[in-house]
């Protein structure tokens, strides 16, 4: 079984600044999809950005980057220039491949951009 | 294209009842999945339905059960309600298994008194 770990609950940053979310996880898998995902005050879960375990070039979208480190178990989310509609709860989610869309998510990180 | 559509938004039923929740997917998506969202166990990942066929389980009770109709809808059951049931469930659909993005939908808020 898999889990994942988000070890920081709440965060907060200024406006226009830098903020890193943590997450780990643990995993037997070697082939596998890491996701993290944002759930805004509204609930509408959507997808900021994904990682392919085979692909060791870093995902970016954006102002959103991931550092991935595989041997790590790490999968940390970096957004740049914070603004206030990022406030929102950060959920990073793994996925294996091959067996379905089934994710399993960590327990989140709920974000404070502040003005 | 219309997003995920989950009905009813909320939900208030009494201990020993039982509810049904829907959720139509995006058009042209196969894959649908369910989650439950509480404060104490956060997201938990309930079952998986493609092509009406349920592919994944996760770890809860008998009396949770879904189905998948030919059109893609997707129904959850929850039979005897317990107070441990009240949560946002959550679900997602996607084009297809794998890595293509899953589309959440805004969720039903069921409590349970």
């Known amino acids: 079984a898999q889990t994942v770990t988000q070890s920081q609950p709440e965060m907060s940053v200024q406006e226009a600044e830098t903020v890193t979310l943590s997450c780990t996880y643990d995993t037997s898998e070697n082939n596998y999809y890491l996701f993290w995902y944002k759930q805004p005050p509204s609930r509408q879960m959507i997808l900021v950005i994904r990682q392919e375990a085979y692909k060791q070039q870093n995902a970016t979208e954006n102002r959103f980057s991931v550092n991935f480190q595989k041997a790590a178990k790490s999968f940390s989310l970096k957004i740049s220039d914070s603004q206030l509609g990022d406030t929102a709860m950060y959920f990073c989610a793994f996925m294996k491949t091959n067996a379905g869309n089934m994710l399993t998510f960590g327990g989140g990180t709920r974000l404070m951009v502040k003005p | 294209k219309a997003g995920v559509t989950q009905t009813p938004r909320y939900l208030i039923k009494t201990r020993g009842q039982q509810v049904t929740l829907s959720c139509s997917p995006i058009s042209g998506h196969r894959s649908v999945s369910w989650y439950q969202q509480t404060p104490g166990q956060g997201l938990q990942f309930l079952f998986e339905?493609?092509?009406?066929?349920?592919?994944n389980k996760g770890n809860f009770p008998g009396r949770f059960s879904g189905r998948q109709f030919s059109n893609s809808r997707s129904e959850m059951n929850v039979s005897t309600l317990e107070l441990g049931d009240s949560a946002l469930y959550l679900c997602?659909?996607?084009?297809?298994?794998?890595?293509?993005?899953?589309?959440f939908g805004p969720g039903t808020r069921l409590t349970v008194t």
């Open positions: 339905y493609f092509s009406e066929t349920q592919r």
């Open positions: 997602a659909s996607s084009l297809v298994q794998g890595i293509y993005e899953q589309y």
